[in-house]
T-cell receptor, first 109, second 113 residues
Framework: DAKTTQPNSMESNEEEPVHLPCNHS???????IHWYRQLPSQGPEYVIH???SNVNNRMASLAIAEDRKSSTLILHRATLRDAAVYYC??????????FGAGTILRVKS | DAGITQSPRYKITETGRQVTLMCHQT?????MFWYRQDLGHGLRLIYY???????DKGEVPDGYVVSRSKTENFPLTLESATRSQTSVYFC????????????FGQGTRLTVV
């Protein structure tokens, strides 16, 4: 699986959009891009995943660069409940799910 | 109830004892995973399983044993617990691996004294 690079931490104001970047320059053509988050004292929670096209769901949007070497998780309106560690993971079909260090997102009221 | 459950939620054991952490999922997902998370750190993969009777090592398998005789269960055994195995353990399952989401249990907090 390709290695991912994320900022250690980011800060956002409540009700504003948040763009969480992830670099995965060694991604292969069959690797999926997954995002999970972990709220304090809880298990990780799935956020979104994609392969080539941008993806939207009720939680967030995933923007994937045309060359697939980077992606951005977009939270459209951050709330205090979105404060968590966000993990970007690239993953081959049929392979294991390996977490990196993630980005700590702090949301200010 | 549908979902993935871990038991026990909390466990204190003594050094040298054998302890088994249980994980049960009700979806018949093919893939199951075990992770450990130490205070202030990320999740590290211990073992994973692609199907019943198929298991493989993750990043930190030493000191742990897994089995998967039934699709829905994936127990993790610490054969002889050490203090360094004090951690929070998370189990997860997914229908496939890669193109689908994984679901995580609430975790088991294990303390080895």
């Amino acid at each position: 699986d390709a290695k991912t690079t994320q900022p250690n931490s980011m800060e956002s104001n409540e009700e504003e959009p948040v763009h969480l970047p992830c670099n995965h320059s060694t991604i292969s053509g069959t690797d999926y891009i997954h995002w999970y988050r972990q709220l304090p004292s809880q298990g990780p929670e799935y956020v979104i995943h994609g392969l080539t096209s941008n993806v939207n769901n009720r939680m967030a949007s995933l923007a994937i660069a045309e060359d697939r070497k980077s992606s951005t998780l977009i939270l459209h309106r951050a709330t205090l409940r979105d404060a968590a560690v966000y993990y970007c993971i690239t993953m081959e079909y049929g392979n294991k799910l390996v977490f990196g260090a993630g980005t700590i997102l702090r949301v200010k009221s | 109830d549908a979902g993935i459950t871990q038991s026990p939620r909390y466990k204190i054991t003594e050094t040298g004892r054998q302890v088994t952490l249980m994980c049960h999922q009700t979806w018949s997902h093919s893939y199951m995973f075990w992770y450990r998370q130490d205070l202030g750190h990320g999740l590290r993969l211990i073992y994973y399983s692609a199907a019943a009777d198929i298991t493989d090592k993750g990043e930190v398998p030493d000191g742990y044993v897994v089995s998967r005789s039934k699709t829905e269960n994936f127990p993790l055994t610490l054969e002889s617990a050490t203090r360094s195995q004090t951690s929070v353990y998370f189990c997860a399952s997914s229908e496939r691996s890669g193109g689908t989401e994984a679901f995580f249990g609430q975790g088991t907090r294990l303390t080895v004294v």
